[in-house]
């Protein structure tokens, strides 16, 4: 079974902060991964996805197979970078499981 | 290009009643897919639509069923409505081929059952 799990409900830090947001997937095949975010009153959109190795406002995630993990990280958080992330695993088609979200609050 | 765009935004419905939704995707975008999204079991996939033909399909019962018009704009409905159904249901559309996960998403439809 195709299972995406988010185990931080909610991740607070510093602005300044280097930033972790975890994610744990479980697939038979090869796994497509993503990282979908939503900004307060915005909606849920595409921040990175794993085939793409590209770096997003400065978010970069490494998919790694022997751990079955996906983490998005940041280096150095700043307060626009609060929003509820998914992660995100994609089977076949356009059917995305999701995992529960995890919010980023980053302070001043 | 405008984007995705759902109606109505919110609804009150009472059990038993049945209810339609409907999604218009960003124009040339081929598939339509849609999410229930709850408090207790977050964003849970219900179906995708690609040129007309239901391509996925999640676990949800017969209540839930769709369909794709020539246009590509797409409706949901469901039947005999339980107090379970109360959700956002978000509609996203993507070109359809070739998949590359890339959604964009409506803001959803609110629908409360009472």
């Known amino acids: 079974a195709q299972r995406v799990t988010q185990p931080e409900k909610l991740l607070s830090v510093f602005k300044g902060a280097p930033v972790e947001l975890k994610c744990n997937y479980s697939?038979?095949?090869?796994?497509?991964l993503f990282w979908y975010v939503q900004y307060s009153r915005q909606r849920l959109q595409l921040l990175l996805r794993?085939?793409s190795r590209e770096s997003i406002k400065g978010f970069t995630a490494d998919l790694n197979k022997g751990e079955t993990s996906f983490h998005l990280k940041k280096p150095f958080a700043q307060e626009e970078d609060s929003a509820m992330y998914y992660c995100?695993?994609?089977?076949?088609?356009?059917?995305?499981?999701f995992g529960a979200g995890t919010i980023l609050r980053v302070k001043s | 290009k405008a984007g995705v765009t759902q109606t109505p935004r919110y609804l009150i419905k009472t059990r038993g009643q049945q209810v339609t939704l409907s999604c218009s995707p960003i124009s040339g975008h081929r598939s339509v897919s849609w999410y229930q999204q709850t408090p207790g079991q977050g964003l849970q996939f219900l179906f995708e639509?690609?040129?007309?033909?239901?391509?996925n399909k999640g676990n949800f019962p017969g209540r839930f069923s769709g369909r794709q018009f020539s246009n590509s704009r797409s409706e949901m409905n469901v039947s005999t409505l339980e107090l379970g159904d109360s959700a956002l249901y978000l509609c996203?559309?993507?070109?359809?081929?070739?998949?590359?996960?890339?959604?964009?998403f409506g803001e959803g439809s609110r629908l409360t059952v009472l």
């Open positions: 697939y038979s095949g090869s796994p497509e």
């Open positions: 996203a559309s993507s070109p359809g081929t070739p998949n590359t996960g890339e959604l964009f």
């Open positions: 639509y690609f040129s007309e033909t239901q391509r």
């Open positions: 995100a695993l994609s089977g076949y088609g356009n059917k995305l499981v």
């Open positions: 794993h085939i």
